[in-house]
């Protein structure tokens, strides 16, 4: 079993540096947040008798590195598997044994539902956390006040979450970016419908947003 788990734009780097030697027979998995691009690109790159079956265990902090890790990581996760099509049964099947001996509940999906379900439930709060400590920091600048110092909780848990591996999140948002941007259009209609709201103090409607 070969794990990938490291930033998106070095899958194709690391697969043509190991590609020759990987066993006959072996399961190759990765850890990535995005699947449609990285699962055709090493399908083109190793030979046919390696499982190439991708993993996404939904799981982790905002910190980076083996020494993040703990026990109870992937306990009662979500891992998401998304074989490629010539990954054998009888290896999806291991792999998935070996994901829920770590804890985690597994599914199978395809990588185009994948994508889209991640843009929606981990890639765009990660995106908007980042533009809201920019935003922040940037008015900051403006106006000389210690604002951080005032946070909340509110404020505290985005920084939190900003504090995420800045290459693992720009690799994510570039490699799904068709989903993204989507949603981005998606979430700005969304603020602009609020703001009407709020600029005609609209309390009823504000209530029921």
Known sequence: ?????????????????????????????????V?????????????????????????????????SGFSELFKNRWCILTP??????????????????????????????HDYILSIT????????????NMTLNIKKKKDKDIIKYSAGGLRDFTRVAASNPIMWRDIFIQNRENTSRMIDEFIGSLKDLKKIIKKNEQKKLEKR
């Open 1 to 33: 079993l070969i794990i990938i788990a490291t930033p998106l734009s070095s899958y194709k780097e690391i697969i043509l540096k190991i590609k020759n030697s990987i066993k006959d027979g072996a399961i190759l998995t990765d850890v990535g947040s």
């Open 35 to 67: 699947k449609k691009k990285a699962i055709s690109m090493i399908e083109k790159n190793i030979p046919k008798n390696i499982s190439w079956i991708s993993s996404h265990p939904i799981s982790g902090t905002e910190e980076s590195g083996p020494e």
């Open 84 to 113: 490629s099509k010539q990954a054998k049964n009888k290896d999806i099947k291991l792999l998935e044994a070996f994901w829920k001996k770590m804890g985690s509940r597994v599914d199978i999906m395809g990588a185009k539902e």
């Open 122 to 133: 981990s890639h765009i709060p990660h995106l908007i956390a980042y533009n809201i400590v």
